[in-house]
């Protein structure tokens, strides 16, 4: 008789090893092997996708292709256009952030339009029901199931034939003839595998709600990003009742697009006018902060920076940033310390995105610049001026793209100046109502974006060693 075999498997990365090691040679996780039972040997190498002869890429049938709206535009927007009939969609997010709201919200719509069913092996059926009434997503064609079993939910399936298949979670379900503990990397990878069989064949969209860790990734099966369709991430302070859906990883569209929420009493809503609700709790003529037009996706945003540059007390004075890329801020202070002479050498900085948002275009630079001159200087940013622009290494700014859609949202959003890299050409008639400066160079663009006139009364002795430039 064979021996029964195990393994060692990482419950972080899904790495496998022959014996038990203390730390995982591939994500380099420390206490993270747990045995597991080796699967049996196969004897057919069945591939997991629905097998068909090779034909001419023209013959191959575009059908599956054509996309149902799930009725919450920001929902679309981050799939790429709507829902696609066969794909698994993983959505990820802290407890607590709104998964299974968003996806209940979601139900309530493709619901009239097929057949969905709604698995959750984290509450009980009257618990979602409750939701569900909340959230008036008690429709006819909803069908709700409290099950974790996947042979049942398979069989739930074929029985039903759902157009849709929500699981909430990925985490809770477990395949009954593996061979190791339910939650462990080889369970979540094995069902996921067979949602995702059940998806190519019958065509039902599966979307999967998965957890995720401390660190930040989806708890222990990151290999399950590799396995779907659709990566989603819903983030948000869960202090502040705005949430963002982020795609990461996307095989029907792009993953710049990002979803805006605000979670209220009747669970989410969508966020019409974006940049209002990213610049509403802007300080009044605060120094150290400038309003940065940057493009997320497709939609162009107005969003604050914050920078408080303040002396330092430590011998290696303390550089911290939320929302923004920690060497990009770096690289600004070296710029404005070098090509401006602002001494920020000893001072302790710190640059803020308001709102939770994290900005990685590099149009955001030149607002960074300014809002740190601007805390350095103690003078604040003119109240009705837009900043957008790339920094470069000599201290010149560089212009960015879709310049004037940033500027039309400046507009929209009632600003009255804009500062950009220049010289650029000409801007449309539609721009007529927006006072363009054009500068060179950061330290053109710092003189164009503070107030002038006298220092403020109250100037801090610690910016006595400032000497004017
Ligand atoms: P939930 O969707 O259960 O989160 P997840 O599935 O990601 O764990 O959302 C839970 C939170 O949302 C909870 O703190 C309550 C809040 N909430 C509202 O504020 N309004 C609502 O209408 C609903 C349904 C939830
Ligand atoms: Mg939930």
């Not at 097929?114 to 698995?119: F, K």
Request: hydrophobic letters at 40%; one cysteine or more; a neutral charge.
């Amino acid at each position: 008789m064979a021996r029964t075999r195990t393994r060692f498997v990482c419950q972080k990365c899904g790495s496998e090893a022959a014996r038990w090691l203390g730390r995982c040679p591939d994500c380099a996780e420390w206490n993270s092997m747990v045995e597991e039972m080796a699967p049996p040997p196969r004897t057919t190498t069945g591939p997991s996708m629905p097998q068909g002869a090779p034909q001419p890429i023209e013959d191959v049938s575009m059908e599956t292709w054509s996309r149902t709206p799930s009725g919450i535009a920001e929902f679309d927007r981050v799939l790429g256009g709507g829902v696609v009939p066969g794909s698994l969609v993983l959505i990820g997010g802290d407890p607590g952030i709104g998964k299974s709201t968003l996806l209940m919200q979601a139900c309530a719509n493709l619901a009239r339009t097929g057949r969905t069913l709604y698995v959750t092996g984290e509450e009980s059926a009257q618990q979602v029901r409750m939701r569900a009434d909340r959230l008036d997503a008690v429709v006819p064609d909803l069908y709700l199931g409290a099950e974790t079993d996947i042979d049942i939910i398979e069989a739930h399936a074929q029985k039903l034939k759902p157009r849709y298949l929500i699981i909430d979670s990925i985490q809770t379900v477990h395949d009954p003839s593996g061979t190791s503990a339910p939650g462990t990397v080889s369970q979540v990878r094995a069902c996921c595998a067979r949602l995702m069989r059940l998806a190519k064949t019958t065509q039902v969209t599966v979307f999967l709600v998965g957890h995720v860790t401390k660190e930040g990734t989806l708890a222990g099966p990151r290999v399950l990003e590799h396995m779907v369709d659709t990566v989603l991430y819903f983030e948000g302070d869960r202090f502040q009742s705005y949430r963002i859906l982020r795609a990461v990883k996307n095989r029907f569209g792009s993953t710049d697009e990002i979803g805006l929420f605000e979670m209220g009493d009747t669970g989410l809503r969508e966020v019409v006018g974006a940049s209002e609700l990213f610049l509403s709790q802007r300080p009044e003529h605060g120094a150290g902060s400038a309003v940065v037009a940057i493009i997320e996706g497709t939609r162009p945003l107005l969003v604050e920076v914050q920078a408080l540059v303040t002396r330092s007390f430590l011998s290696s004075p303390r550089r911290t940033t939320t929302g923004i890329d920690f060497n990009r801020a770096a690289m600004i202070l070296a710029v404005l310390e070098k090509r401006c002479g602002l001494r920020m050498a000893d001072k302790d900085v710190f640059v803020n995105v308001a709102g939770g948002l994290k900005v990685v275009e590099p149009a955001v630079d030149l607002g960074i610049a300014v809002a740190l001159a601007s805390s350095y200087r103690e003078r604040p940013v003119d109240q009705r001026l837009v900043v957008t622009g790339e920094v470069g290494l000599a201290g010149e700014t560089r212009s960015v793209h879709q310049t004037d859609r940033r500027l039309r949202e400046a507009l929209r959003m009632g600003f009255k100046r804009a500062l950009v890299p220049g010289p650029r050409p000409r801007a449309g008639d539609d721009l007529r109502g927006l006072e363009i400066h054009e500068a060179r160079t950061v330290r053109e663009a710092i003189d164009a974006a503070l107030v002038t006139g006298p220092a403020p009364a109250e100037e801090d002795d610690v910016f006595a060693d400032f000497t004017p430039d």
